[in-house]
């Protein structure tokens, strides 16, 4: 089926670095979402994108609609230890939300 | 007031054995889900249900029965468990008509099979 593969995998940062990871997929999408998902939790809606080319922020996270629609990026910058965790590209496969596949992830760790 | 509650958090089970897992959302969403997140944290839509009725069933072994009492609700019966089946499950739920796509995942439920 179909897969968002997401870069890099892993992430090993020191506090206050700058943090970028990206999501490619074969197909276009028409939105583009980004999850954090803290250990034991469920995955947190942070960033969504509607239209190629758009780049929105929320507090220290930015993330763009690449020109293609096959690829989205998240920058995160001067990281802070609460960064940890597993961030996740997701996109509806068709219109209407019935089905949303998620990226492989890229898991952000700070180190002390 | 948490929006999406699944029970329980953990369970532990022998294989062969029958369990469920509730899920509850009190967003007022018309839409719920199922996913699987397996060991590499790869996370896989089960099921959707929309007011009740079932939208998607992705290719996921009848031994996996969704049950949606009414649009607050979706439970996952699972029956005759096997090695393969411990994961994590999340409930989700979403308005269809959100363009946001904004679900909301609930903690999860971490399902061992020993």
């Known amino acids: 089926g179909q897969q968002l593969n997401q870069s890099p995998q892993s992430m090993f940062i020191q506090e206050g670095e700058d943090v970028s990871m990206n999501c490619t997929s074969s197909?276009?999408?028409?939105?583009w979402l980004w999850y954090k998902q803290d250990p034991g939790e469920g995955p947190v809606l942070l960033i969504a994108?509607?239209?190629?080319?758009e780049l929105t922020s929320n507090g220290r996270l930015t993330a763009q609609f690449g020109i293609t629609r096959k690829d989205s990026f998240l920058n995160i910058s001067a990281s802070i230890p609460s960064d940890v965790g597993i961030y996740f590209c997701?996109?509806?496969?068709?219109?209407?939300?019935?089905?949303?596949?998620f990226g492989t992830g890229t898991r952000l760790t700070i180190i002390p | 007031d948490t929006a999406v509650s699944q029970t329980p958090k953990y369970l532990v089970t022998q294989m062969g054995n029958d369990k469920s897992i509730k899920c509850e959302q009190n967003?007022?969403?018309?839409?719920m889900y199922w996913y699987k997140q397996d060991s590499k944290k790869f996370l896989k839509i089960m099921f959707s249900?929309?007011?009740?009725?079932?939208?998607i069933n992705e290719t996921v072994p009848n031994r996996f029965s969704p049950k949606s009492p009414d649009k607050a609700h979706l439970n996952l019966h699972i029956n005759s468990l096997e090695l393969g089946d411990s994961a994590v499950y999340f409930c989700?739920?979403?308005?269809?008509?959100?363009?946001?796509?904004?679900?909301?995942f609930g903690s999860g439920t971490r399902l061992t099979v020993v």
């Open positions: 989700a739920s979403s308005q269809r008509s959100d363009r946001g796509y904004g679900y909301t």
């Open positions: 197909s276009i999408f028409n939105t």
């Open positions: 994108l509607y239209k190629a080319g």
């Open positions: 997701a996109g509806p496969l068709r219109f209407g939300n019935e089905k949303l596949t």
């Open positions: 967003l007022g969403h018309d839409t």
């Open positions: 249900y929309n007011n009740k009725e079932l939208i």
